[in-house]
């Protein structure tokens, strides 16, 4: 009775635990990998699924998810190592971002399928070395990050780094440096000699003898300073630096720069970065802004300067924000002097734009007061010696008031004629908004 009493129990385990097996099976599929809580969205006709942040240690299988994605987002996770066909059943995805995981190992066929991939993202990793072999299944390859990575430039990179130098592939690999050995370190993989990394233990080869630096050394630009993310938009996060950061790409959207040490916005600082839409500069400690500075950000429609130590905008500053609908100005020193009207004369030629947080902190009589308000009472109080003069001497306040500030140039030059030759001049004035 014992035995049987035994096997029973023994049997009854053995089912318990198929029965377990079988709901693990249930919420993985058969990879036995339990099915991450990610997000399915659908943007622009594109399907978009975010699993960043999910702990996972694996490519999760195309089955598991309702619709087959064109990006799949699986940053800032525990993936050590991508395996042969990894990504079998996802070939429309035009972008991979997997930065920021723990990879060190990447086999040939990993991205076997990928014939539609453009963008691939595998900086901030723990790659030491990485094949040609491994990009070939990927010919539309346009955007491949690999910096910050230990590379160990030897003959099993030299296939790779030929193919990064090739002049076509100018955005495949920028900025990716080599950690090993010595005699290379920290120089770009796109810059070291190809021939040199099979000899680097050649019998005529000391691998300790450092190579003189190079006297030109380019600056870091965007893409190696900030981290880069595809969802919802493309958009950067900035940190930890004291300028605004070169060659933000033309397909940006949205950058970051908030809570760094950008004390001064220089001219051009955002050339090339036509399509951003959202910029935070919000929390940088920032005291002058250059005209010139917001070239060429036609398209921007969020602005937050707030929280920084801004007196005034200086005049011809945001003249490029055509489609500005937000702006935050809070938290900033406002000084209420003449220097400030450029600021509220062009708030009131753009009625669409919403902004808060412009209130006079100096001087001291005008502490809290909205910054219009001031100069709204600075050109009613005006003394008739500073005001314009018109030929109709009996206009209303208001018409100062609504005159561009162009057009009052314009007078004041016209009127340096002598009296006696000046004829009557009526003046239309005419808004293009």
Wanted: a negative charge; hydrophobic letters at 35%; glycine letters at 4%.
């Amino acid at each position: 009775h014992r035995v049987i009493s035994l096997i029973i129990l023994f049997n009854g385990m053995n089912m318990k635990s198929d029965i377990l097996a079988l709901r693990r099976q249930s919420r993985s599929g058969l990879s036995g990998v339990v099915i991450p809580n990610c997000s399915e969205m659908t943007q622009s006709g594109e399907v978009y699924l975010d699993c960043q942040d999910q702990s996972l240690t694996s490519i999760p299988s195309s089955s598991t998810w309702s619709r087959v994605p064109n990006h799949l987002l699986l940053a800032r996770n525990q993936i050590k190592a991508l395996r042969s066909g990894s990504f079998l059943g996802y070939e429309r995805l035009s972008s991979l971002d997997l930065q920021q995981n723990q990879i060190s190992q990447v086999e040939e066929d990993a991205f076997q399928g990928l014939t539609h991939l453009t963008t691939l993202l595998l900086q901030h990793n723990q790659l030491r070395t990485l094949s040609e072999e491994a990009l070939i299944p990927m010919p539309n390859l346009h955007y491949l990050r690999l910096y910050d990575n230990p590379w160990k430039c030897l003959c099993p990179m030299e296939s790779l780094i030929r193919t990064l130098q090739v002049p076509s592939n100018r955005n495949l690999g920028n900025h990716a440096k080599c950690a090993e050995p010595v005699s290379l370190k920290d120089r770009k993989l796109k810059q070291i000699d190809p021939d040199l990394l099979c000899e680097e233990f050649g019998p005529n080869v000391n691998v300790t003898q450092t190579l003189e630096p190079n006297p030109i050394r380019g600056k870091l630009d965007a893409t190696a300073l900030c981290h880069t993310y595809l969802f919802p938009v493309t958009w950067m996060d900035c940190r930890s630096l004291t300028e605004v950061p070169p060659g933000i790409p033309d397909n940006v959207v949205r950058v970051d720069l908030s809570l760094n040490k950008i004390h001064h916005l220089k001219p051009r600082d955002f050339h090339g970065a036509k399509s951003l839409r959202i910029l935070n500069l919000s929390s940088n400690d920032m005291q002058r802004i250059d005209t010139g500075s917001l070239s060429g950000l036609l398209h921007l429609q969020e602005l937050d300067l707030s929280s920084n130590r801004l007196h005034f905008v200086q005049y011809g500053v945001l003249e490029d924000l055509y489609f500005l609908s937000k702006l935050k100005l809070g938290g900033n020193p406002w000084m209420c002097d003449y220097n400030i009207h450029y600021m509220v004369y062009w708030l009131r030629l753009h009625p669409g734009v919403k902004h808060s947080g412009l209130l006079c902190q100096s001087p001291l009589e005008y502490i809290g007061e909205r910054v219009e308000d001031y100069v709204r009472s600075y050109n009613r109080d005006c003394p008739k010696d500073r005001q314009l003069s018109r030929p109709d001497q009996n206009q209303r306040d208001a018409e100062i008031w609504d005159s561009p500030m162009e057009l009052q140039g314009e007078i004041e030059e016209e009127e340096l004629e002598p009296s006696h030759l000046r004829a009557p001049q009526k003046y239309q004035i005419f808004r293009l908004a």
